[in-house]
Nanobody
């Protein structure tokens, strides 16, 4: 069974940085396109960054130039480096397959990020 475990969130001031991690198990990670999503109360989960099995990346316009997604296939881990954080980045962050609404894995517990002074 696929399991996704996110970590690294926390409280940070505007302009600060955080690095999120997601460890995956129960699937062939190196063959899976992965993504980071975020959700705020009352809104749908949105894809903010994706990384293909070959390493190609894509980003939502709202985070382009500030966030960097990467992966380590030896560790079955996908990362999200978040710089120049803004209050509007406050959300619970999740990782999953980079295929919104299609063949998604069971969601993990997410990791909360709060950007506030």
């Amino acid at each position: 069974q696929v399991q996704l475990v996110e970590s690294g969130g926390g409280l940070v001031q505007p302009g600060g940085s955080l690095r999120l991690s997601c460890v995956a198990s129960g699937m062939i990670f190196r063959f899976t396109d992965m993504g980071w999503y975020r959700q705020t109360p009352g809104k749908q989960r949105e894809l903010v960054a994706g990384i293909a099995r070959g390493g190609t990346t894509n980003y939502a316009d709202s985070v382009k130039g500030r966030f960097t997604i990467s992966r380590d296939n030896r560790k079955n881990t996908v990362y999200l480096q978040m710089n120049s954080l803004k209050p509007e980045d406050t959300a619970v962050y999740y990782c999953n397959r980079d295929s919104p609404g299609v063949n998604m894995f069971p969601w993990g517990q997410g990791t909360p990020v709060t950007v506030s002074s």
